[in-house]
């Protein structure tokens, strides 16, 4: 009887520890598999967003380029669209440097498209020229923002020299461009004529005209580099202006800072280091080049040179350019 009572006993004092090592147990066993559970929802969340990704988006419902409504609803035109349309979409860095770019020079090229009463989807054949980058070359020779060759440079009234080239200026060459823009707009009477013209030359779009008894640029036969040109710029207003709908969630703040300059005149009686103009406007020489592309080498003869300063620099620079001999500076703006 007293054995039975020990062991009674010792059951009471043991058990219990038993009972609550066993649930302490189970709840470790849950929480593994609520941790589980918790991880694979997260890769599930992970999986959809890469599969949203894979899946081609829709093509818009409406697109128009300078007023001009693309005929996405045709097989054909839909075609031509998507040849341009879905590669970019996959140049996922490519676009993220545009759409930073397109903050940087949005304001400057966007003031003179307004300034000279055009259409603001110009400002996308700027891209399609040159991805936005001022220092482009292409093998044909054509360089900055717009791509103009030399001659058609200087017959626009670009100079181009050996010390200054303003087919590298952002704001001349820009007001350039929609000078041209506007001449051959004025000479076929539609905008993405215009465009072709810009891309292909007048006088080709003149006989393409002539020949085929259409002037509907829809409707034109003409050379494939002009036809994907402007179905290229109507990708790129697209998609460039619906970022997030296209799954490029690029924060403002990782914008590039816009460009904001005021012009300056600067007349000097003999050859100067530009190196000058840089420490007068306390920036790195690099900064100051960058600025201004126009300028092709570090030294430039006795000559009056229209120069770009940052705005919250003016002050500064024609200050300290006032002190220099031999030197005049005037400001512009």
């Known amino acids: 009887m007293k054995g039975g009572l020990l062991i009674l006993v010792v059951l009471m004092f043991v058990f219990p520890g038993f009972l609550f090592a066993q649930e302490d147990q189970t709840q470790g066993k849950l929480r593994l598999l609520e941790e589980r559970v918790t991880n694979l929802e997260?890769?599930?969340?992970?999986?959809?967003?890469?599969?949203?990704?894979?899946?081609?988006?829709?093509?818009?419902?409406?697109?128009?380029?300078?007023?001009?409504?693309?005929?996405?609803?045709?097989d054909e035109g839909r075609e031509r669209f998507e040849r341009e349309f879905y590669p970019l979409l996959g140049q996922r860095g490519r676009l993220t440097i545009l759409i930073k770019r397109y903050s940087r020079f949005f304001n400057v090229l966007s003031r003179e498209i307004e300034n000279?009463?055009?259409p603001a989807d110009l400002i996308f054949l700027a891209i399609a020229e040159s991805d936005l980058n001022p220092r482009a070359t292409s093998p044909?020779?054509?360089?900055?923002?717009?791509?103009?060759?030399k001659d058609t440079g200087k017959r626009e009234g670009l100079y181009a020299g050996e010390y200054i080239?303003?087919?590298y200026a952002i704001e001349k060459s820009t007001r350039t461009a929609l000078s041209l823009l506007t001449k051959l707009h004025n000479d076929f009477g539609d905008w993405l004529l215009a465009m072709a013209a810009y891309n292909a030359g007048e006088s080709r779009i003149r006989s393409v005209l002539a020949s085929q008894g259409s002037r509907d640029f829809f409707d034109l036969f003409i050379n494939?580099?002009?036809?994907?040109?402007?179905?290229?710029?109507a990708a790129l207003k697209e998609v460039i202006g619906n970022p997030r709908k296209y799954g490029l969630a690029i924060e403002k703040s990782d914008y590039y800072q816009p460009y904001v300059t005021v012009r300056v005149?600067?007349?000097?009686?003999?050859?100067?280091?530009?190196?000058i103009f840089s420490q007068a406007m306390d920036l790195p020489y690099r900064t100051f080049r960058l600025y201004n592309l126009q300028i092709r080498k570090d030294r430039l003869p006795a000559g009056a040179y229209k120069l770009y300063v940052p705005a919250e620099k003016k002050e500064t620079f024609i200050m300290k350019m006032q002190g220099i001999s031999g030197i005049t500076v005037q400001p512009l703006e």
């Not at 969340?45 to 409504?69: F, M, Q």
């Not at 005149?265 to 190196?275: D, Q």
């Open 116 to 118: 000279a009463g055009l």
């Open 265 to 275: 005149r600067v007349e000097s009686e003999k050859e100067i280091s530009t190196s």
């Open 165 to 167: 080239d303003e087919r």
């Open 42 to 74: 997260r890769e599930s969340e992970g999986l959809r967003k890469e599969l949203a990704l894979l899946k081609l988006p829709p093509l818009p419902d409406r697109l128009t380029l300078c007023d001009r409504v693309v005929p996405l609803w045709k």
């Open 140 to 149: 044909a020779k054509a360089g900055g923002l717009w791509q103009f060759i």
């Open 224 to 233: 494939e580099e002009t036809d994907r040109y402007v179905f290229r710029i």
